[in-house]
């Protein structure tokens, strides 16, 4: 059987983790830390490709690079892919303790409308003309937001 060559090519993210990785091996500094995002519609492989490029980041001994790797789908399924209860975090990072990202590696499942509403009773401890003066934003502004 004859495979006719495909018409595609597949996106490598190996120039990220080079990249990533070159830049952990110089040190730790506040320039040359990385935040990666990975999104998407439903479906794609946001978990997939974040916790695989974590693990690959974390798991790479001479760049000894620190990982943090956080998921805000409602579906928790990041610590299915990290095979670790991230939950009992309560959106805290937890340290992964196995042998391949030798304790480089952690990782947060965040509930994104819980963490909201944290932030709006933290706000809401605040008068609202005192916070409309401070960020410089109009006091109905804040009022639309919920803050009262």
């Not at 040190?27 to 830390?33: H, I, L, M, Q």
């Not at 974040?50 to 798991?59: E, F, K, M, P």
């Amino acid at each position: 059987i004859q495979h006719a060559p495909s018409s595609s090519s597949l996106f490598s993210l190996q120039h990220l983790v080079d990249d990533v990785t070159e830049s952990a091996s110089s040190g730790a500094t506040k320039d040359n830390v990385r935040t990666i995002f990975v999104g998407g519609k439903g479906g794609v492989g946001k978990t997939t490709i974040s916790s695989s490029l974590a693990v690959t980041i974390a798991s790479n001994y001479e760049a000894d690079a620190r990982v943090l790797v956080v998921s805000t789908d409602p579906a928790h399924s990041l610590g299915d892919a990290l095979d670790v209860d991230l939950r009992s975090g309560q959106g805290e990072p937890i340290q992964m303790t196995d042998p391949l990202t030798g304790g480089r590696l952690h990782a947060a499942e965040v509930d994104p409308t819980a963490a909201l509403n944290d932030f709006r009773s933290y706000l809401e401890a605040f008068d609202i003309d005192t916070l409309s003066n401070a960020f410089g934003l109009s006091s109905d502004l804040l009022k639309g937001l919920g803050l009262h």
